[in-house]
């Protein structure tokens, strides 16, 4: 009878407080997720889980508790964050608890998805390029809304671009790194999936474009968007706050003041001229499910690549690049 205790205790899991948990799976997580993401869980766990969770156990972590839980958040938080907290966080949270045999079972299985709406971003009209061009002009970083919406790289993808990365012969622009802000100042990082890192084509017009501003304000310089006074990238915060100035002065409207109406337009201008999916795809940097372009086909410039850069060349020609050559 002793003996078979002895066995049923040392098959139990050990019991350990869910805060003290978290912070070992957080350590692990460190290995494989960027900074700013990890930033971003640990604020929402600090947030909006520990306060409810810290003194509780592992195994007293129940699914009709977390089921109360969400509802909660959903009284107060979007059902975006919500969801991030649930799938990004606690679920793969309790999933590696089960498998280090912390947990002999996993609570959330059979709860009930958050419903998330796909978020809609808007696209400038013509009119909006055109006073955003406007807008702009003024400004040491001028070439940033033609060069953003020309291409449909991310913001980020911008600050991090030096000028080795653009090859005025072959038209084209290698992506493959981010410049952001963490809450220990601003790094360089890799893109945020694996297929961002690609090469890009470019129009002759957006070409035309970075080459005069090369000789001008790029002029020795390490970085396509510099510091003005210094051979340096820009701060994002800082240069966020370049393009809020500009919408405002432009009549944006504020729905639109977000890093990814740019990719939005691109992505639109794109369908409107019957450009090629895989090639859009291939130019904002989209993932997909086939391993040949994943894998053989990323450092490659399809065909369809050119007709879509130049499509998009053609449709801002009279908004952005009427005076180029």
């Known amino acids: 009878m002793t003996t078979q205790i002895a066995t049923t205790m040392s098959t139990m899991p050990i019991r350990k407080l869910f805060d003290d948990y978290m912070d070992e ?4 997580k460190s290995q494989n997720l960027s900074q700013k993401t990890l930033e971003d869980y640990q604020g929402l766990y600090n947030t909006h889980v520990k306060p409810k969770f810290s003194n509780i156990y592992l195994d007293d972590i129940t699914a009709s508790r977390l089921d109360k839980y969400y509802n909660e958040l959903l009284q107060t938080l979007s059902p975006a964050t919500a ?5 990004c966080i606690i679920g793969p949270a309790l999933r590696k608890a089960v498998a280090q045999g912390l947990l002999q079972n996993n609570p959330t299985i059979g709860l009930e998805p958050i419903r998330v709406e796909n978020k809609h971003h808007e696209a400038y009209t013509l009119d909006e390029l055109s006073r955003l061009q406007t807008a702009s002009q ?9 060069l953003l919406v020309a291409t449909g790289i991310r913001r980020a993808e911008l600050l991090g671009l030096r000028w080795t990365d653009y090859d005025p012969e072959k038209r084209t622009l290698h992506i493959e790194r981010d410049y952001i802000s963490t809450n220990h100042g601003c790094e360089f990082t890799t893109t945020k999936t694996q297929s961002s890192q690609r090469i890009i084509a470019l129009s002759t017009e957006i070409c035309s474009k970075l080459d ?10 390490t970085y396509i968007i510099s510091q003005h006074k210094a051979d340096a990238p820009v701060d994002p915060h800082n240069f966020s706050r370049s393009f809020r100035k500009w919408f405002q002065n432009a009549g944006i409207p504020k729905s639109k003041w977000g890093g990814h109406s740019t990719r939005a337009t691109y992505c639109t201008l794109a369908s409107e001229n019957s450009c090629s999916l895989d090639g859009v795809r291939r130019q904002v940097g989209h993932s997909d499910f086939r391993m040949l372009s994943k894998v053989y086909m990323r450092n490659k410039i399809a065909p369809e690549q050119y007709n879509v850069a130049d499509s998009i060349g053609s449709a801002l020609r009279d908004v952005m690049f009427s005076d180029a050559k």
Do not use: D
């Not at 799976?25 to 692990?28: D, E």
């Not at 005069?212 to 002029?219: I, L, S």
């Open 83 to 87: 969801n991030k907290i649930k799938s």
């Open 212 to 221: 005069e501003y090369r000789r001008h304000e790029g002029a020795k310089r």
């Open 25 to 28: 799976w957080f350590s692990l």
């Open 138 to 146: 003024g400004s040491y970083w001028w070439i940033a809304v033609p």
